[in-house]
């Protein structure tokens, strides 16, 4: 259902993008990120077709969202990278949901995760 790519090694101060294909367009789609020993935490969401993008604060500023509804792709264009944002990404994606969109328990379907690892 999600397929995710873009992630790979990068310097402190740099950029990468993840991308996202889904096979069917969702109310929702949002990207999460888990580092060794942590939980799974929120990083940001879009909703179709209003578009409007939430972001958890650390991400704020340097994260863009962002997506296709055309081509189903979700985008994370992310800048000024910090060692701190090193983890796995996992774009996620689901319908219209009572639960907060920043909880993972607000999506039905998940990618396998991207790694993303940001050298000091």
């Known amino acids: 259902q999600l397929q995710a790519s873009g992630g790979g090694l990068v310097q402190a101060g740099g950029s990468l993008t993840l991308s996202c294909a889904a096979s069917?367009?969702?109310?929702?789609m949002g990207w999460f990120r888990q580092a060794p020993g942590k939980q799974r935490e929120f990083v940001s969401y879009?909703?179709?077709?209003?578009?409007?993008?939430y972001y958890t604060d650390s991400v704020k500023g340097r994260f863009t969202i962002s997506r296709n509804n055309a081509k189903n792709t979700l985008y994370l264009q992310m800048n000024s990278l910090k060692p701190e944002d090193t983890a796995v990404y996992y774009c996620?994606?689901?319908?219209?949901?009572?639960?907060?969109?920043?909880?993972?328990?607000?999506?039905?379907?998940w990618g396998k995760g991207t790694q993303v690892t940001v050298s000091s």
């Open positions: 996620a994606g689901g319908g219209y949901s009572r639960t907060a969109y920043y909880t993972p328990l607000a999506y039905n379907y």
């Open positions: 879009i909703i179709w077709p209003s578009g409007d993008p």
């Open positions: 069917a367009r969702m109310y929702v």
